[in-house]
């Protein structure tokens, strides 16, 4: 064989050699370890075999490693190593009773984990549970500062109300970390210091300060300090490391500072009266300086002060800084957009009055035998009346009243005979439909009165001259309507409601009054109504019938003749009143449009019906008519867009409702 033959064979044998896995090689001290791309079954079971364990691998540990080592080691060692390697793969060995499972170290956590203590710690790289307690420091705050030293496998959490730490990771990192907390473990005595406010408050330099410290605790928690405020004195009361508590010392005299523009502020109201918020504001001052024991002025930076500009309808408030941020928050939760009530009350009320008079009236009588009259007054003008009118030349005749009289005189002899005659039937009926509609803040009363204002005689003057004067008094008779509104959490509405209808009652024949009449129908309540419902109030109904008779004892009882010598009377009133309400609430712009245009297009459309039937000769234009709601809401077009805009050549278009 030639040499250029020898070394490709030698060559050869070389490369195979490489491709074979190589196994270790065993020795007296231990076994030297010499794996190269190994499959990471092949090593657990040489593991397995050396270390007499037994394995239970999940499916997915696959892959190849690499395993050299320089020296024979042991069979504990080799199992360390073994551990290591399966980290560095990632996977994690479980330990459970007689088994081992080799699991993704992403699940380890959740199986049955060891659990580790200050007695039995652990070693290597098994992977472990193990709770530590705090005793100087809260367990939460160490969390973010350990979160970066665990891998993302592993798991801390803190446990407030033990005041302790789990974490799940490898016995080494465990072990590491529990040297960690340890050290940050440690109990503070630090002295305190009170450090007296002259402009500033204290709370308000306790809050700020806590705040600042509650950041940076968060990244140094050996050197947070304590802040407290005594509101009495007007000091702040620090304790902790007594180097972070000079740059805070160096923050409180910064804070310390006189106000630019003193303790006085003007804060401007958008919807609530100054006068009402500037009324419970002293209230509230009142009670400040009362529970300070009058010590406000010393301990809060001077006295409390509170008046209302109603001329820009602002509230200037003087106090110290703590009271005023407090006033402010108070302004704010009572300078609120109120909402408003339409309250729509509908009237209705029916009524009927029927009267009916018939009688006869007798008068006999001559020179020699004297005169005899049936004379029944109290339907008006009788006989007797009429009779001395006539004495009297005719010059003083009484008015005959409404209906039919009838009368004549007769001679029989030398007697006379006289008779009157009356009928009367009247009828009178009224149907009064009123839809009045309110609209008001909450809790404002508001009022409305439809009608008219009557003339009333309310007495009568005679002077020595014997001219007389009366004295008339106006008052307004038709709807009046009354209500304040409060709205209740939720949607219902509270109604105090007063409401009167009232009209002037017709003459009817026969009724004796000095002047007019009127109806008058009133009530007074408080309701509960929800949004958008509609409530009865009441009705009222009376049906009065009177009968009245008069005749001659006797002679008016004669069936069929009575009828000559009686005078007979009857009215029936009857009256029916409903009133409904139906509240509203408009709590926004877009509520208060909606109810706008509905009864402006309503109006609107009232008036067009009315153009439609025309006027009598006179043109269809002359009934006016509003404009459409949607030309209302735009602007008029502005100069640019006139015509004395397009002589000048400008092109600017009005806003599209115009167009």
């Not at 364990?53 to 320089?70: A, E, K, M, Y």
């Amino acid at each position: 064989m030639s040499g250029r033959c020898r070394k490709c064979l030698i060559l050869c044998l070389l490369a195979i050699t490489c491709l074979l896995p190589v196994v270790p090689v065993a020795e007296e001290n231990g076994a030297t370890l010499n794996f190269r791309d190994v499959d990471i079954q092949a090593l657990i079971n040489y593991v397995s075999e050396e270390t007499q364990t037994n394995f239970i691998v999940d499916p997915r540990v696959r892959g190849r490693v690499t395993l050299v080592s320089g020296r024979p080691v042991s069979r504990a060692e080799l199992y360390e190593i073994f551990l290591s390697v399966l980290r560095v793969h990632g996977f994690a060995a479980v330990q459970t009773d007689g088994v081992i499972k080799l699991v993704p170290d992403a699940i380890a956590k959740q199986a049955e984990v060891p659990t580790a203590s200050e007695r039995s710690p652990l070693q290597g790289d098994e992977y472990v549970t193990r709770v530590i307690s705090v005793t100087h420091v809260d367990a939460a705050q160490l969390v973010p500062i350990l979160r970066p030293l665990i891998p993302q496998s592993g798991h801390l959490a803190a446990s407030p109300e033990s005041n302790t730490l789990v974490i799940s990771d490898t016995a080494a990192n465990v072990n590491r970390l529990v040297g960690i907390i340890g050290r940050i473990d440690q109990e503070s005595r630090e002295d305190m210091e009170v450090i007296p406010l002259q402009h500033a408050a204290a709370a308000e330099v306790a809050r700020i300060i806590s705040t600042m410290e509650g950041a940076e605790g968060r990244q140094r928690p050996g050197s947070r300090l304590q802040v407290m405020a005594d509101e009495r004195t007007n000091s702040i009361l620090l304790s902790g490391d007594p180097k972070r508590r000079i740059p805070v010392r160096a923050v409180i005299s910064h804070l310390d500072i006189p106000m630019e523009g003193g303790n006085t502020r003007v804060i401007y109201l958008r919807y609530a009266k100054a006068e009402d918020v500037a009324e419970v504001l002293r209230g509230l001052a009142a009670s400040m300086e009362a529970a300070g024991g009058g010590a406000a002025g010393a301990g809060r930076g001077g006295s409390i002060h509170v008046q209302a500009h109603e001329s820009t309808n602002a509230v200037v408030i003087s106090a110290p800084p703590d009271v005023i941020r407090d006033m402010r928050a108070v302004i704010q939760q009572l300078d609120v957009r109120r909402a408003q009530v339409l309250v729509e009350a509908i009237i209705a009320e029916v009524s009927t009055e029927r009267a009916r008079e018939l009688g006869v009236q007798w008068g006999i009588g001559s020179e020699r035998d004297g005169v005899g009259i049936i004379n029944f007054g109290s339907s008006g003008s009788g006989l007797y009346q009429l009779t001395r009118g006539f004495l009297a030349g005719g010059t003083d005749l009484p008015s005959l009243g409404d209906g039919l009289t009838l009368g004549g005189i007769g001679q029989s002899g030398g007697t006379t005979i006289a008779t009157l005659i009356r009928a009367l039937a009247g009828d009178s009926a009224s149907n009064i439909l009123s839809t009045p509609s309110l609209l008001t803040m909450d809790n404002e009363e508001a009022e409305i009165i439809v009608g008219q204002n009557v003339p009333f005689r309310s007495g009568r003057a005679i002077e020595q001259s014997g001219q007389a004067f009366d004295t008339i008094q106006r008052q307004d008779v038709g709807v009046k309507l009354t209500v304040r509104p409060q709205i209740n959490e939720g949607n219902a509405v509270k109604l105090e409601i007063e409401q009167e209808v009232s009209q002037v009652a017709p003459r009817i024949s026969g009724q004796d009054a000095a002047d007019l009449i009127t109806n008058k129908r009133s009530l007074r309540t408080s309701v509960m109504v929800d949004d958008g419902q509609m409530v009865v109030l009441g009705g009222l109904i009376d049906d009065v019938l009177v009968q009245t008779r008069n005749k001659v004892p006797g002679l008016g009882d004669i069936p069929g003749l009575g009828r000559l010598f009686r005078y007979d009377t009857s009215s029936k009133e009857k009256r029916n009143l409903m009133v409904f309400l139906h509240p509203v609430i408009i709590r926004d712009h877009n509520d208060m449009t909606g109810q706008t245009a509905a009864k402006y297009n309503y109006i609107r459309a009232e008036q067009l019906r009315s153009r439609a039937q025309g006027v009598l000769m006179m043109p269809d234009d002359t009934v006016p008519v509003l404009p459409d709601w949607e030309a209302l809401l735009h602007l008029p077009p502005p100069f640019e867009a006139s015509a004395a805009a397009t002589v000048r050549g400008l092109s600017i278009q009005p806003p599209p409702g115009r167009q």
